[in-house]
């Protein structure tokens, strides 16, 4: 296992893409919001590599899959900072034969 960079994904059903984030949130506040639901294995703002500002999405990933869908019911549509997150599963790529 392991790999490069931060980002730990959970078992499938617990990794997801959080849209429509404030511009000022950084890794911190999304672990800070989603770690209600459950066991965050990672929080990360996606940002631009050349400034380093937030491209407005991230992800988190949960080690169980209810934890995710209880994330999903209460997060999807909260309104932060005037924008409506946007709560969404991250789906299993299949894999190629």
Do not use: E
Not at 35 to 44: C, E, I, K, M, R
Not at 53 to 76: C, E, H, L, R
């Amino acid at each position: 296992g392991g790999g490069a960079g931060g980002q730990k994904n959970g078992p499938d059903g617990c990794n997801l893409f959080i849209y429509h984030l404030p511009a000022t949130w950084s890794d911190d506040d999304i672990m800070a919001s989603f770690s209600p639901f459950g066991n965050v294995l990672s929080a990360t703002v996606m940002r631009d590599k050349a400034t380093g500002a937030s491209k407005g999405f991230g992800f988190v990933s949960y080690d169980a899959p209810n934890a995710a869908q209880q994330a999903i019911q209460s997060m999807n549509g909260m309104n932060i900072g005037g924008k409506r997150l946007k709560v969404d599963l991250k789906t299993p790529r299949p894999a190629p034969y």
